[in-house]
């Protein structure tokens, strides 16, 4: 079961060295939604609740946007807040005839797992949605073709969708510690 979150009346857009009331509330959902989704590590990812958005939350906000299929900014505006409080009900409905960069990202992730085999070029046509299907089937769901809340739920989930992601958690962190090395950053902690 996908958990709604408060709705929260004030979502300002944040980003790397926001520090305020709202990047602290805004750690505590996301820690909920990594606890929620994370699948790919062996113990799901979390931030200190600070308020301060630093490199950590930074890493944490792009691991999850990259398996919830959002674009993979960091920041955390509109979009993220949306998941973040709504969940997979704030993805978008996809079905033959769409066409986006999140069919692209649904296109790739059902190959890594060996459901798709066309071309991935972001037009959700019969191909895909038959991959989609034999997903849904897999998954024991109505096989429709159709990526609604449940399926979304069950792509984010997807093995080999969220250790694709969790490896590039994981370069981030690498890249963190190379700058740290080079003292560029004090403070070094990618899982806390």
Not at 135 to 150: E, H, L, R
Not at 176 to 191: I, P
Request: net charge neutral; glycine share 6%; hydrophobic share 40%.
């Amino acid at each position: 079961m996908v958990r709604v979150i408060p709705y929260l009346l004030h979502r300002p857009t944040l980003e790397l060295g926001a520090s305020r009331e709202e990047v602290k509330q805004m750690q505590n959902i996301l820690n909920q939604r990594l606890r929620e989704f994370d699948t790919a590590s062996s113990f799901p990812q979390n931030v200190a609740e600070t308020g301060y958005f630093n490199q950590n939350t930074l890493i944490a906000v792009k691991y999850l946007q990259c398996l919830t299929f959002l674009p993979i900014d960091g920041i955390v505006g509109p979009k993220t807040w949306a998941f973040l409080c709504d969940g997979p009900a704030s993805l978008p409905r996809l079905h033959v005839g769409t066409a986006s960069s999140v069919v692209k990202a649904v296109q790739e992730a059902l190959r890594y797992a060996g459901y798709y085999f066309g071309a991935v070029d972001g037009i959700f046509q019969q191909k895909t949605a038959a991959a989609v299907k034999d997903f849904q089937v897999s998954c024991q769901m109505t096989a429709d073709g159709v990526i609604n809340p449940q399926t979304w739920k069950a792509l984010i989930k997807l093995d080999a969708h969220a250790k694709y992601c969790y490896v590039n958690m994981i370069d981030s962190c690498y890249e963190k510690h190379e700058q740290a090395w080079l003292g560029k950053f004090s403070d070094v902690n990618c899982h806390n």
